[in-house]
């Protein structure tokens, strides 16, 4: 059994209160696998691009000639925090250490690393570490604190090691915590550590931790530092399954890590971009059932996020201008999940998030036990009030007769808060 670490409710609450006001983050996957791309020896590979060596059983020696053709010039610190911040987006978390277990930081623990075995020679996470820190943004680390398929004790490659040899508590305490330290002490303060797939021994994941609490008393530790489905109080907060959302409200802190397309880390072919609607839509739902939505962008090998994802965020980012009082600082839906949309709320406010326009005019609201005081459209300047009426159990609002946005148009409807 894995104890937990003494810490009120309240000091934990203190803590979490950014990232729960926050709502919408920034996920970056990038790595050596953005160099194949998905493509190896003229096959495409199957699956996420960031598991390629996985995929194709790509030995260590041959998938480090990666590293030489890694010069990422065009990689600016400032344009991947514009897009971010212009999105809407209030925190990023980019990938340190993936699987691959390539470092995308220096570190005096291996020469495997961007600063020491790439033509590039420069360390991005000290670039984005001092942009976020300039333009107010907080930055978080991802870091795969098992799946290791570079370092001889990491779990997931029995293609170069026998797994029978391996010693996965020596690279843990040996390998990954000296990590830490320096991922937590030689880039200023780190909003959260986003650690992934689960530790598999409990006692060192509580050394994770320990360690994370020591160094940097405030980061947040996301769910995935043990078991999704078990103890998952070990982090701050939940993580969901990639892309899953759930069917009704959950209790507690919780994330869906979602992608733009079908991968994580760049490929050159997957085109399957999600529309902004869907976004919109997903983000919203997300924050209605009390989440919050961290959306990744998988640059190239040249250190560019592809234009079609910028291009979606940006428009995302717009109609957040419009709307964002509706999402950020709300919290979840006291109405369920009405037929024609959404729900989100703040103390004397819901925001009525209409994807499914009424035929007929009339925006019926159930379930709502509080006293209706009025109700105008958010996207309206002059917040002119729309007609309002009991009608038995339900509320009834008449609406114009096309939907203002056809994505997701707002109505706040103001309500007398319980005493
Ligand atoms: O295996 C990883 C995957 O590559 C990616 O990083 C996602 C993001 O949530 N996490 C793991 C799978 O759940």
Known sequence: MVEQIEETK??????????????????????????????????MIPGIGEWIMYRARIPIKEYERLAKGFNPLKFNAQEWVRIAKEAGMKWIVITAKHHDGFCMFDTKLTDYNIVKATPFGRDPLKELAETCREEGIRLGFYYSQTLDWH??????????FDPAEQ?????LRG???????????????????WFDIGTPIPELARELKELVGELQPDTLISGRIFSRRVLHSLGDFREMGDNEIPDHVVEGDWETPATINDTWGFKSHDHNWKSVGDLIQKLVDIVSKGGNYLLNVGPTAEGVIPEPSVRRLKEVGEWLKVNGESIYGTTASPIGMPEWGRCTAKPGKLYLHIFAWPWDGRLEVSGLKNE??????????????????REGEDVVISVPDKAPDPIDTVIVLEIEEES
Request: hydrophobic fraction near 40%; charge should be positive.
């Open 10 to 43: 309240e000091q934990q609450a203190k803590r979490t209160a950014w990232w729960r006001e926050a709502k919408f983050g920034m996920f970056i996957h990038w790595g050596l696998y953005a160099v194949p791309a998905g493509v190896w020896e003229g096959r």
């Open 175 to 193: 390998y990954v915590k000296p990590h830490l330290r320096e991922l937590l002490t030689n880039y200023g303060p780190i909003a959260l550590i």
């Open 372 to 389: 209706a005081k009025r109700v105008y459209l958010l996207a309206d300047p002059n917040r002119r009030e729309l007609e309002l009426k």
């Open 167 to 171: 010693d996965f508590t020596k690279y």
């Open 151 to 160: 370092h001889p004790d990491g779990m997931g490659n029995d293609w170069d």
